[in-house]
């Protein structure tokens, strides 16, 4: 074998340059499958989009405790996870309406009875200065089949706040699980689900 010319090289980083450059062209034109923005794209971006809508990950998790006054995981009867939302929005004036698809999870604890479990959860929409411009809540029942571990739902609502004038870009949807005191002590001191 020869060593590989320096000509050889050029033509190897020209090819290269020019492949990586078409493959910007390309994927600039609209009329190629695949690729682009197409027309449903362009249709959508003239609707108005939803603020930003995220489950509060120290809110994400919850526990629900047996009738004893000693908070410890042993005696954690359900845990609840928010697993995902997904939104949609109308925008009429300064009203937000939003229609949110919460997915909840029950998981049974040591210390369950029983298949049924209530959470309460909140939908709260804030400014880009995390001012809360409206907070709801919300209860929802889940059903863990027998001698399963979890189960789940979707939990559909439609909520409307008022933005105050604020552009959609500044706001933010947030959701995670209304936590009473007994449930924030017992995360400050163990780690949860």
């Known amino acids: 074998m020869y060593p590989e010319s320096s000509r050889s090289r050029r033509y190897r980083y020209a090819a290269a340059v020019v492949g990586v450059a078409g493959i910007v062209l390309l994927s600039a034109c609209s009329y190629i499958p695949f690729i682009g923005k197409k027309k449903s794209d362009e249709a959508q971006s003239s609707a108005p989009a939803c603020p930003v809508a995220a489950v509060l990950r120290p809110l994400a998790n919850t526990a629900v405790f047996a009738p004893t006054p000693d908070k410890k995981p042993i005696n954690v009867a359900w845990y609840g996870l928010f697993s995902d939302i997904t939104v949609t929005c109308r925008i009429n004036g300064?009203?937000?309406?939003?229609?949110?698809?919460?997915?909840?999870?029950?998981?049974?604890?040591?210390?369950v009875r029983g298949n049924d479990v209530d959470f309460n959860y909140f939908i709260a929409l804030t400014d880009a200065n995390q001012t809360i411009l409206g907070k709801k809540l919300f209860a929802v029942h889940v059903t863990v089949p027998d001698k399963g571990k979890r189960g789940g739902v979707t939990d559909h609502v439609e909520v409307a706040f008022n933005t105050g004038g604020r552009p959609v870009s500044d706001l933010n949807i947030s959701v995670g699980f209304q936590q009473p005191a007994d449930v924030v002590e017992f995360y400050k001191h163990y780690r949860g689900r």
Do not use: K, T, W, Y
């Open 94 to 111: 300064d009203g937000l309406s939003a229609s949110i698809d919460n997915i909840v999870v029950a998981e049974r604890g040591p210390a």
